[in-house]
């Protein structure tokens, strides 16, 4: 099995991104993307490294 990439919490959002989810806003360390018709929010770190 592949291990996985080690990725950015920017990273992570433009993944999200093409698959959507638009960037609303950031509080503190924290990045919020919504996605129209779903209840839901994302909520990722800005960290250098994501935890796996």
């Keep these: ?5 080690t ?3 920017r990273q ?3 993944s999200f991104q093409h ?3 638009e960037f ?5 360390s924290h990045m919020i993307l ?3 018709g779903s209840m839901a ?3 990722i770190p800005d960290h250098r490294e994501i935890a796996k």
């Excluded at 099995?1 to 990439?5: E, G």
């Excluded at 609303?24 to 503190?28: D, E, L, N, P």
């Design 12 to 14: 992570v959002m433009r």
């Design 41 to 43: 929010s994302l909520s």
């Design 7 to 9: 990725l950015s919490g």
């Design 1 to 5: 099995m592949p291990t996985l990439p």
């Design 34 to 36: 919504v996605k129209a």
């Design 24 to 28: 609303a806003r950031q509080k503190g």
């Design 19 to 21: 698959d959507g989810w």
